[in-house]
């Protein structure tokens, strides 16, 4: 390839300060290092964990910075050491990473892998502590190992899944952060049994994602539970069966939620990243077998509080991230679900915008409005 080894210049859209609409620059992308790849992203989108990160409200600031970590890609070259992707290959970036060396990548219950677990605050690679994205020489922090909104980036090569090239990316991008993290949060985590009560907190993409794996589980009621009315008619397309807007109610959701089935609802997994939906997760399930999965990334000092006997009344609270899923592992076969028509991720892509028009997949996601919006860096 006529650009391995050399810095690549190329577009990017860079965050240079809190909360300000992102530009497109040139930048320039220095070559993979050790164990790293050089991606071409095609297709990005745009996931509520980029956001929170880029408001900076509740979360430590590092700038400038390109975000972006739900993507498809194709290799362009790889560094030394690299001999399980190769350029062409066709990948999907991951904010967290599976080195298959650590005891969280050998242990079927883990995905917290030991090397490359999700890290917001590090902005830069962890072979060198440096940066690979520099314009005039001045440095461009990384965001959760993948920075996708940019034309190139560099990543570990265990942030990188290789999937079936016959896979369209510009769907499957998708899979790459919100929809796999739902699904897996309800099959892998909260597994709910057949004929199960399930309530999902927030309405977003994960959200969805988790009511979809819900509905695939078994589960036959699910109870959609979102401030956004907006979003009900929608996700009768994912599984929810009925739903709950905290606001029309004057007592606690739980109350709501305990009185519509009978003392509490066996499993529930909350996708919105409010503390209060977290803690109201939780005391919603019913005691003795209730399980709460906590999947929204909270506030840096959000504090839970609950009472004890809510766990002494054998009531179960979980977390997961990417839910569960090994992302070198097991994505390529969320993809092959996809590939066999046995998973849609077509409704889930409500919006498609061209590179230059990046902030408008931002003010979408402020305003509520769509599911997911794909940003195009090719066209
Ligand atoms: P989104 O903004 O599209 O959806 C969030 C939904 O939650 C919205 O519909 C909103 O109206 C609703 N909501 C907010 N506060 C609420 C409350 N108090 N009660 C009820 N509903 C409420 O976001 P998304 O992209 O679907 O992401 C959802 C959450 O999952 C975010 O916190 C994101 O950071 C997190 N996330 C976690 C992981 C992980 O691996 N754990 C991966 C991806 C995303
Ligand atoms: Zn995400």
Same mark, same amino acid.
């Not at 959200?207 to 979809?212: H, I, K, M, S, V």
């Not at 009900?232 to 519509?260: I, R, S, W, Y």
């Not at 977290?278 to 005391?283: D, L, R, V």
């Not at 209730?290 to 002494?312: I, Q, R, S, W």
């Given at each position: ?5 050399? #810095? ?10 809190? $909360? ?52 498809? !890609? ?13 350029? !062409? ?26 090397? @490359? ?11 060198? /502590? ?6 005039? !020489? ?39 952060? !919100?929809?796999?993290?739902? @699904?897996?949060?309800?099959? &892998? ?12 907190? $927030?309405?977003?993409?994960?959200? @969805? ?8 589980? /078994? ?30 109610? &004057? ?24 503390? &209060? ?10 005691? $003795?077998? $209730?399980?709460? #999965? ?24 979980? /977390? ?13 076969? #969320? ?43 090719? &066209?």
């Amino acid at each position: 390839m006529a650009t391995a080894g050399k #810095v690549i210049k190329c577009k990017a859209a860079v965050a240079w300060e809190a $909360g300000k609409p992102l530009s497109i620059e040139e930048v320039e992308v220095a070559p993979p290092q050790a164990m790293e790849v050089r991606v071409k992203i095609l297709f990005t989108s745009l996931c509520h964990t980029d956001v929170y990160f880029w408001e900076a409200k509740g979360q430590t600031p590092v700038f400038p910075r390109i975000f972006g970590h739900e993507a498809g !890609g194709i290799v362009e070259s790889v560094g030394e050491g690299v001999t399980d992707l190769a350029p !062409g290959d066709h990948v999907l970036p991951v904010f967290t990473g599976e080195c298959k060396e650590c005891a969280h990548c050998k242990s079927a219950e883990s995905n917290m892998c030991d090397l @490359l677990r999700i890290n917001t605050d590090r902005g830069v690679m962890i072979g060198d /502590g440096k940066s690979r994205f520099s314009i005039n !020489g001045k440095p461009i922090y990384h965001f959760v190992g993948t920075s996708t909104f940019s034309e190139y980036t560099v990543m570990h090569v265990g942030c990188v899944a290789k999937i079936n090239p016959e896979a369209p990316l510009d769907k499957v991008c998708v899979l790459s952060c !919100g929809i796999s993290t739902g @699904l897996g949060a309800s099959i &892998n985590v909260a597994k709910p049994p057949k004929g199960s009560t399930v309530a999902i907190f $927030g309405l977003g993409a994960v959200g @969805l994602a988790a009511a979809e794996g819900a509905r695939i589980a /078994g589960a036959s009621r699910i109870i959609g539970v979102d401030l956004n009315a907006n979003r009900f008619e929608e996700a009768k397309k994912f599984g929810c069966t009925e739903f709950v807007n905290p606001k029309d109610h &004057n007592k606690p959701v739980q109350e709501v939620l305990a009185e519509m089935t009978n003392g509490g609802v066996d499993r529930s997994v909350e996708c919105t990243g409010n503390i &209060n939906a977290m803690i109201q997760a939780f005391e919603c399930v019913h005691d $003795g077998w $209730g399980v709460a #999965v906590l999947v929204g990334v909270p506030h840096k000092d959000a504090e839970f509080k609950t009472h004890p006997m809510n766990f002494l009344n054998e009531r179960t609270l979980k /977390g997961t991230f990417f839910g569960n899923y090994k992302p070198r592992t097991d994505l390529p076969n #969320v993809v092959e679900l996809y590939m066999k028509k046995e998973l849609e991720v077509e409704k889930f892509i409500t919006h498609s915008v061209p590179f230059a028009e990046i902030n408008k997949a931002f003010d979408l996601m402020a305003k509520g409005e769509g599911i997911r919006c794909i940003i195009r860096t090719d &066209n």
